[in-house]
C-alpha cells in the first residue's frame, strides 16, 4: 500500500531501460551464439520466475520445478504433433498439463515449509521418472523429434532473432503479468500472510487456499517456457527435466534473490553463463551452482536483489522475506 | 510374481532395509538435536561407498576393518561441512529455509566433488571381494551380506541408544534437541553438542554407505538410496530413531519386492510416490509435532 | 439461548490433556474471564474457538452452530475474533494497513474479482473505517507509523481494532493486558467495556486479577485443562478450590 509508492517511481523507468535494451540485443547479434545463448537464458529465466513466485511470494519451498518445466514442454508438444495446434493454443494445453501437475501436488501444501521442501523434492523425483520411463508419450531421454517452429496468427518464427523477440515477449509479459498481480489483494494477501500468518489466519485469510493459487499461477511461466524451449530446440529430451534442472532452477532464483523477480533473470544469466561460456569450468557448473548457494546463505542470503538494493541505498526490507 | 520368491525377496530387502535404516537414523538424529532436514545426509552415503572402494579395494582391508576409519573418514566430513558451512548461518541467525538450501547446496557440492576424480575410475563397482554361499532357514536362501548388514545396522542401532541413554554426551543430545536455550543455561556446550551429532550421523552415513558399495556398488549414484532413505525417516516419523529403524526395514523390503516384482524400471518412481502418499498420511493422521502448518 | 455453548470440551497432546471436558456456556453481552495458572490451558481453549486447533472430543456451539470443525479463517465469517498472547502483526506495514487486514472477509480480497482491482472504492470506505476503529482504541496519532516502530501495548491495541473490524460477535482477548501499567490496563478495560454495547461478546483471559474482577460480569476458572469453577467474581474469589489453585491470593483483590 502507501509504504511502497516511493520505490515504484524508481522502478518503472529501470524495468523499462532494461526492456528496450533486451528488444535491441535481437538486431544487433543477430545470428550469434550470444543470441541463442540469451534464448535460453530467457526461457530458464521464466522457468524460474514462476518459481520465484512460489519461494519468494508465498513462502513455498518447491524442490521440483522443474517437472512443471517438463509438463509444460510435453502437454504442449503433443498438441503441436498430434493436433497440430499453433503456438498460441499449445500454450493452453501446456497450461492445462501444468495445473493437472499442480493439482495433483496440491496436498502435499498442507505440509510446513521444510517438510513441503522434501515432498516436493520427491515429487520432482518421481515426475522425471514417469518422462524417462513413458517412452511412448514423451520420448524417454532419446527424446522427441521435429517439433515445429513457433507459429502465432499465420507468422512462422524462425530465425533466431526472431525466436529471441518472441521469447522476449512471453517473458516480459508474465513479469509484467505478476508485477501487476503482486499490487493487488491477492499480492497484499501474500504479504500479510508471509510476515504474520497467524494474523493473517485469524483475520479470516485461507492461507492453505491462498497458497495452492499461488502455486497454480507459479506452475504458468515455466510450462509457457517448456513449450518455448521445446519450439525453439526443436527437440526436447527428458534428461532436461529432472532433479539437475530442479537444483538449477532454485540456484537461479537464489543467486538473483529470492524476494527479487528481475533476480530470478538475473540469476538464470549467471547459472547459464556458467553453464555454457567457460568451456574448461562447464563440467564444474553444479559444483559451482552449490558453492555458490552455500556461500550466499552465509554472507548474502538476499542474494544479487540485495546487494543492488544496498548499492543503490534503498532502505527498508519491507516486505522482503528474511532468509 | 511369483510368490514363492516373495520370502526371499523380503529378507535381502529386509538386508537394504538395514541400511536405510542406519542412513535414516543418521537423518533422525540430526533432525532432533538440529531441528534441520539435512539434505547433505544421503550424500555421506555416497562418500562412505566412495571411502569404502578406497579401503577395500586399494588399501586391501576386510570389510569388518574398513568399517571404522571410513565411518570416521565420513564423519570428519560432517563436522567440516556442519562448522563451515551451517555454523555460520546458525550464527547469524538465519532462517530454516536457508539452513536447508545451505544442505542442498553442500549435497551438490559433494557429488560434484567426487564425480570429477571418480569419473576416471570405476564408477559403479561391486566391492565384494569374497563371496561365501548363501545358507539356508526354513527353505529360504539367506546371503551372507545380508546378514551382515542386519548385523551391523542392528549393533550400530543400539549402541546409539545406549549412548543416547546412558551417557553424558547423549543426555546432551537429547537435551539439545529438547530446547538449545534451555541447554545452554544448563551448562551444555551446544555447538560441541551439535557438532557430535554432526559426527555421529556422519558415521552411520559413512558406514551405511560401505555396506551400500559392499552389496551393490560404489560410486555417485548411491545418493539415490540415501534420499530414498529419508522416506523412511518419514514412514518412522520424524526424530524417532527406533522409528527409523522400523522404517528403514520397512522399506527396503517394499523397495526390493517391487523391483523384483512389479517393475524395475518404474521403481524409482514408485518409491517417490510412496513417499508422497506417506507424507500425507502421516500428516493427516498421527504426528505431526512440526510438520503440520498451524492450524 | 447462549451465545457460546461448550460441551465436553476435550484437546489431547498425545497422553497429556491440555483441555480436558470443560462445560460452559456465554450469553450475548456477556464479558467473561478466564483464568487459570500458567499451563491450565487457556490458550488452547482461545486456539479451539478460533479454529488453529480442532478438538479431540466435544463440541463448540456458537449461535447454535455447531462450529468444531470449521478452519480458522470460516470462524472469522461466523463472527470469531481474537488476539494472541504476542502479537501477530505485519511489521512492515503501517499501523493502519494492519488493522485493515482484519477485514480481509468483507473485501474478499483472495477472490478472483479483487485480483482485478474491482474492489478500489471498498478498500477507502475500509481503511476510513479502519481509521476510525484506530482512533477509538487510542492509536490516533500512530496510525502511519510502520508497526515494527510501535510499543509492545500498542501492538496489543492494534490486534484488538484489527479483530474489530470483522465485526465480530464474539472476541476472544488473550491476555490483553500482559506488561502494560495501572493507567494502560484502565484504559484497555474501557475500551473491552464498551464493547457489548456495539453487539461483541467478550472472552478475555488475563492474569492481572484487579483488570479481571473489576471487568468481568462471569469467570471461568481453569486448572490443568478441567474447568474447577464459573460463576461471579465474588463466588470466585470465596471457592475454595479456586484458592487452593491460587494459594489464596485471591481474596485480597477487590
Known sequence: MASVTRRRLVEWPLTAAVLVALYALAPIYDGTFFLSFMIDVLILGLAALGLQHMVGDAGVLNLGQAAFFGLGAYGGVWALQHWHWTTLPAFGAAI??????????????????????????????????????????????????????PRIFGHTFVSNRDVYLLVLTVSALCYGGLALLMRSGYGLSLHAVRQSENGARASGVNVARLRFIAVAIGVVPPALAGVLYAQAHSIVQSTIFGNDQSVALITMVIIGGVASRWGAFAGALIAQYIAVYPQSIAQYRFLLYGALIALLMILLPGGIASLARTLAGAHGTLRRPRL | MRLADLPQQIVFGLGLGAIYALVAIGFSLIYRTMGLLSFVHPQFVMLGSVFGYTAIVTLDLPLWAAALPVGIATAVASVAIDQVGLRPIRRRGGAEIAMILATVAWGIVLVELVRQPWAYGPSALSLRSSARPPFEVLGVQVRWDTVGALATAGVLAAALALFLRRTTAGRALRAVGESSRTASLMGIHVERTLALAAAISGFLGGVAGLLVGYLFSAGISTGTIGVKALAAAVIGGFGNVPGAVVGGLLLGVFDNVVAADISATWRDAIVFGLIIVVLIVRVGGLVGRRVLSRG | MSLLELRDLTKTFGSVAAVDGVETSLDEGEIRGLIGPNGAGKTTVVNLLSGFLTPTRGRIEFDGRAVERAPAHLRVDHGIGRTFQTPQLCVGLSTLDNIVLGSHRRLGTARLRNVLGRRRTSLATLRAEAAAVGERVGLGGLLHVPAGALSYGHLRLTEIARALMAQPRLLLLDEPVAGMNEAESAEVAEIVRALPGGGTTVLVIEHDMPFVMGLCSRISVLDRGRLIADGTPAEIQHDPQVEAVYLGTLGDVA
Do not use: K
Not at chain 1, 114 to 136: H, N
Open chain 1, 96 to 149: 492445462v498439463v501444468a495445473l493437472a501437475g499442480a493439482i495433483v501436488m496440491a496436498p502435499l501444501l498442507r505440509l510446513r515449509g521444510v517438510y513441503f521442501a522434501m515432498a516436493s523434492f520427491a515429487f520432482g523425483a518421481m515426475l522425471f521418472e514417469v518422462f524417462g520411463q513413458w517412452v511412448s508419450f514423451t520420448g524417454g531421454e532419446n527424446g522427441l523429434f521435429l517439433i515445429p517452429f
